[in-house]
């Protein structure tokens, strides 16, 4: 339902540039102050996924506590002389994303959240080969590919997370470490995390192979299903990768080899040892991972102190220069507003402003004559909890949109609402709307199929007052939105 990202948990250790002090980070928040000296900060995430580590610290006397009271709870001999442990560092993919969701598909939604269970839970006691099996058992019921007849198709974005192995099939490793990437404390991986203690287990899939394998274009390995056609996908739009090191115990003790989860001291699974076994070498196809960095959050022109606000766009109140926080996105068209007919302080609500193509606007505003469209989509630039919300407010203010006028924003008063929505998301959402107009006639149509290219962009601000549960806006007195819609 909701199109944000959680703000809990997930928190990212980093110092700070200033002092060298450490920062907590929150997933989400790319401005922060440093509890240590105060300076403001950026956080400035890499276009390759980035690697982190969940580090243990427990003592071996620890694990091989956990191990003896695993033995003697199985009526086992305790660990003798021969025991020997070894930590591992275990990567596994961690995919946020959004899901499209459209209407008919509920019977799938439920039968997927199975599919999950089975292969965190079961990897364990079967094979991967018949977790395949098992899943494709749960779906055999099928599900019909959705038919539209009405001419308003109902489309969803809902946050999509979860985590799968990127390394090697490793003997009792779990396939998924569920929840535990969304509230346990990360560090970025660096070469000074490798030691003689533990062992580092190589990164063996390509983030694109992952996408493709969410998405359904590609069978995941160790799967067989009953129909060789079926791939279950799903379909995800702004979809980020990143890799997260789990720390695991191999520990062998006479003839028992055990692993142990590094973080809960758990006995994650038990195996006989064979005599001739040897350690285990892993070709390492080195696949490069991002750089996460923390900078001065300061005006690239003069140099004086951003506001902590999280936002993606600021102009700096001292020399009055816009800064865009966007990477490979320049806003060519500068900050404007709409000043309506108010003398009252209203707040001023962002909108991202794309050119182009009269038709393309025509259909997403749902015009009746493509014509007289404007030749600009007008996007929420903050966030809405629910994208039919969105949608609507989108095809309102775009249709309204020539009847606001413009002018130059110099600086930002307190009116002024953060722009939570970056540009490349705004894009997604204008995407999704036109989507949504697109898959009444094409139903099988993939949502990543659809693309705009905006011509040029701009910001809008426009001023909306309170009448009841709604927001109206100040200029026409005609667009609204629910109150209780906005996610703070
Ligand atoms: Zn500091
Ligand atoms: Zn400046």
Known sequence: MATNRPKGGFYIDVTCPGCGGRLDLQEDFFVLQCSHCGSILRVIMPDTPPAYIIKSDKPKREIRFRVDRHLKDQGLPLTQSDFSLKKIYYPYWKVDALEVKTRGESLSRIETKKTINILTTEINTIGIGQVGQVVKACVSGGVDEPKYQSSDLSVNLVPFHVNQIAGPVVDGVPYSIGMRTAYMKMTPYTD?????????????????EVLDQLSGRLAAEGMRY???????GRRLV???GSIVYFPYFICNTGSQKILIDG???????????????????YADPHIE???????????PTCGIDLPLTQSHIYICHNCHSVISLEKNNPMDDGVYYSPGNHSRHDPLFPFWVFKLHKKTVAKIAKMAVPGQAPDRIVVPAFRIANFKVLRRLTQRITAAFPQFDRELVETFSKDFQSVDISLPEAITHAEMCLFCEKAVKQPNLSPDKVKINPRSVELLYAPFHEENYFYVDSVINAVTFAKNTIVQ
């Open 238 to 240: 702004q979809a980020t």
């Open 192 to 208: 000074e995390d490798i030691d003689d203690q533990s062992d580092f287990i190589p990164v063996m899939k390509q983030w694109t």
């Open 226 to 232: 009953a129909d060789p056609n079926y791939v279950p």
């Open 263 to 281: 973080i809960n001291g758990r006995v994650v699974h038990e195996t006989k040892l064979r005599g001739d076994e040897q350690p285990t070498q």
């Open 289 to 299: 991972f991002g750089k996460l960095t923390v900078d001065f959050h300061r005006c």
